[in-house]
C-alpha cells in the first residue's frame, strides 16, 4: 500500500474505533499479529488492549472527538498528532464523572501493512489528565 492508503487506515482507526467506540472495525484494520508496544502496563499489548482502553476512554467520555493535527507517512510508518476532547461524564479509573471537559494530546506512529496495523508506539497524556480530574 502506499503512503497515502496507510494514512487513510489510520484516520479510519481514530475515526471509527477512537471517536466512535465501533470495535467492529478491528477485524478490518488490525493485525492478528498486532503489538501495542506503548501500552499501559495492565492492559494487554495485542488486539484486546485496544478493545479495553476504548471502552476505558467511552466509559468517561462518552462524547469523545479525535482532532488530528497532522499525519505525516514514511515507507510502511504513519505518524500523527491529534488531540482527544471529551466530558467526563461517567467513571473513568475510579473516578465519578466531574462534567469538566478535558483535552488530551497524543502523538502516536503506527506500522501499516497490508491495510492493517501491525505495531502501535505513542506517547500521550491520557493517565495525567485522568488522575487530575
Do not use: C
Request: overall charge negative; aromatic content about 4%; charged content about 25%.
Amino acid at each position: 500500500m502506499n503512503t497515502d492508503n496507510n494514512k487513510k487506515v489510520v484516520l479510519r482507526f481514530n475515526k471509527e474505533l477512537l471517536e466512535k467506540g465501533n470495535t467492529e472495525v478491528l477485524k478490518e484494520i488490525i493485525s492478528d499479529d498486532f503489538i501495542n508496544h506503548t501500552a499501559p502496563a495492565n492492559m494487554p499489548h495485542d488486539i484486546n488492549g485496544m478493545i479495553q482502553l476504548v471502552k476505558v476512554l467511552h466509559q468517561g467520555f462518552p462524547d469523545l472527538k479525535v482532532e488530528i493535527h497532522e499525519q505525516i507517512g514514511e515507507n510502511d510508518l504513519v505518524s500523527s498528532r491529534k488531540t482527544l476532547h471529551g466530558t467526563h461524564l461517567g467513571e473513568i479509573m475510579g473516578h465519578p464523572a466531574t462534567g469538566k471537559k478535558v483535552t488530551m494530546s497524543v502523538m502516536d506512529i503506527v506500522r501499516v501493512k497490508n491495510g492493517k496495523y501491525t505495531d502501535h508506539w505513542g506517547l500521550n497524556d491520557i493517565m495525567q489528565v485522568i488522575a487530575e480530574l
